[in-house]
């Protein structure tokens, strides 16, 4: 036997100094945040006594009586989601065609289109309505101007994502009839994506009701609005009733949505 | 009819798909294209129509109307006699003929020279969310201002040569069906008659059967073979199998390469011979996936 075939195999491990590193990261961020956020866990175990007092006014009872008068304003929040996710649809579609590389072959103009999408998608529904009741006053107007630029940058993200992964054999046969770039939009290009879009409207639309019943707390309209008014009277109990009035009307919102979004792709 | 002159196409990444190609295409041929896969045979039919634009060369289209951009092949005369025969009235004197490099072409004048030129896919590429009327009317785009293609209202002319379009190829009975309804073989007949609703001079068909089976596969190709024959419209067809380029081209191209490597009349030549010349083609022997098989 020669020597070499007793020696001991050493195989080196690679370094796993990357993992080691990004956990590293994490666990830093996770106790950083909470520090800056002042968040500490006994303080939330013995403020809890207080936290079921609340809960208590706010759900034993609820103010029952007090239902009819959560029905405008949460028609009103619904109203605005409606308008908010059409009107971001109507403005999306245009957007998303000139976005979209494969129809618009202009990186001159995708890129900037691109670059304008993402700024409005970063921008939380919550601050933009901050905003616009800064500049339009209180009312249902900011929150809708909040929800259509929100439910805009949502709708052209995902469109423009779709018309790039759209089966261009039927764009390259559209285009050899001798069609116009319009026509190869209206035959080759909607007809793939319609049901996408629409999905995404709707999704738009789930997105908007709930955020629209949040929007309110800055003034922007809503239920949020009647929340926050009798909030501040200290009306818990018909808090609790907004809480799960707007509780169920989401969920139901959400489950028919989806149930339309489902059958659309 | 059409003449490709020193035309290249090098794409974006760099490839040389198509090197230096001249063809001359007559009125009235069925050219078979034959080679293997990513030698070039799509890219070539799709500079026809400049779908791809060339790198390099020009493509001349004869006898071209320079006013409606209309073909009159290789025999003008005879082509004026047969419309005039049909009860379309023509004259020589009106019309001003000319060789049109398609390559040259921009915007309107480019999709009204498209306009006449059919083309057919592998995947049938028909609209399949819209009827069959639809798909077929929709070869009357570049005939129709865009507010009514848009709107999808055409006249009752262009609903006529639709009509007479399905009739055909047999499929008259499906014109209100969704698109998606229909087999593979109706799938690419709808697309046929969408050429036909163009009232197209030249067909080109890429790889029209490849997805087809066999029986269907033959149907198809009778349906070209009579549009052909019928319509004087010239063929040219990148196909796979060679049983079916010597039973319906009248002419043989090879390529290669990105290169044309053979060039004959089908019926210049014994079939078996043509074979023996296409192994060269192929650079292998041909065998039993080059044929459809029985009919
Ligand atoms: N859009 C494209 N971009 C880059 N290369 C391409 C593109 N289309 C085709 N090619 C390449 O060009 C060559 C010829 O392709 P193609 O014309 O499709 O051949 P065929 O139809 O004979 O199979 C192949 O090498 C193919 O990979
Ligand atoms: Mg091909």
């Known amino acids: 036997m020669s020597k070499d075939s007793n020696e001991k195999i050493v195989l080196k491990k690679p370094l796993r100094f990357k993992f080691y590193f990004t956990i590293g990261v994490v666990v830093f961020l996770i106790f950083g945040s909470a520090l800056f956020a002042g968040f500490n866990i006994i303080e939330v175990l013995s403020n809890l006594d207080q936290t079921f007092r609340l809960l208590d006014k706010l759900f034993l009872p609820p103010a029952w009586d007090y239902t009819s008068r959560i029905i405008a304003p949460l028609f009103e929040t619904v109203q605005m989601a409606i308008v908010g996710s059409f009107l971001g649809a109507l403005v999306a579609f245009p957007v998303s065609v000139l976005a979209a590389d494969n129809f618009i072959e202009n990186k001159f103009v995708n890129t900037p289109v691109r670059i304008v999408l993402n700024i409005f998608r970063t921008i939380p529904a919550l601050v933009l309505a901050a905003l616009f009741v800064a500049v339009f006053g209180i009312g249902s107007f900011a929150g809708i101007l909040a929800l259509f630029i929100f439910s805009f940058g949502l709708i052209s993200k995902l469109t423009y994502e779709s018309i790039e992964a759209i089966d261009y054999g039927q764009v390259e046969a559209i285009k050899s009839l001798g069609a116009n770039k319009f026509e190869i939009l209206r035959y080759a290009i909607v007809p793939q994506i319609l049901p996408q879009f629409m999905s995404y409207t709707l999704y738009a639309f789930e997105v908007n009701v709930r955020a629209a019943a949040v929007l309110g707390y800055v003034g922007a309209g809503g239920i949020g609005q009647t929340y926050e008014r009798n909030l501040a009277m200290r009306y818990f109990d018909r808090v609790g009733m907004i809480i799960i009035v707007s509780f169920f009307a989401v969920l139901i919102i959400d489950v028919i949505s989806r149930n339309i979004r489902k059958r659309l792709v | ?295």
């Open chain 2, 1 to 295: 009819m059409i003449k490709l002159v020193n035309v290249s196409k090098t794409y974006k990444n760099g490839t040389e798909a198509l090197k230096n190609i001249n063809l001359e295409i007559y009125e009235g041929e069925f050219v078979a294209i034959l080679g293997l896969s990513g030698a070039g045979k799509s890219t070539l039919l799709r500079t026809i129509n400049q779908i791809i634009p060339v790198s390099s060369g020009n493509i001349f289209f004869k006898n071209v109307d320079h006013n409606t951009y209309k073909m009159y092949g290789d025999n003008p005369d005879k082509t004026i006699e047969n419309l005039n025969s049909k009860g379309i009235d023509v004259k020589k004197e009106d019309l001003n003929l000319v060789d049109v490099d398609i390559t040259k072409l921009k915007g309107r004048k480019m999709r009204i020279m498209r306009s006449h030129i059919g083309m057919i896919f592998q995947s049938f590429n028909i609209i399949k969310r819209m009827s069959v009327i639809q798909n077929v009317l929709s070869g009357r785009v570049a005939y129709n201002p865009t507010w009514r293609t848009i709107l999808g209202i055409f006249p009752e002319k262009d609903k006529q040569i639709a009509y007479r379009a399905l009739k055909k190829v047999d499929i008259l009975e499906k014109t209100y069906s969704r698109a998606n309804e229909l087999s593979g073989g109706q799938m690419q007949r709808v697309a046929i008659a969408r050429s036909l609703a163009q009232q197209a001079n030249i067909l080109l068909a890429d790889e029209p059967v490849a997805s087809l089976d066999p029986i269907t596969t033959f149907e198809v190709m009778e349906y070209i073979k009579k549009v052909n024959v019928e319509d004087g419209i010239t063929t040219i067809a990148n196909l796979h199998h060679v049983d079916l380029a010597l039973k319906y081209a009248t002419r043989i191209v090879g390529v290669r390469d990105g290169k044309i490597v053979y060039d004959i009349e089908v019926n210049s030549k014994k079939g078996t011979d043509i074979i023996d010349d296409l192994e060269k083609v192929y650079g292998r022997p041909i065998g039993n996936q080059d044929y459809v098989g029985e009919e």
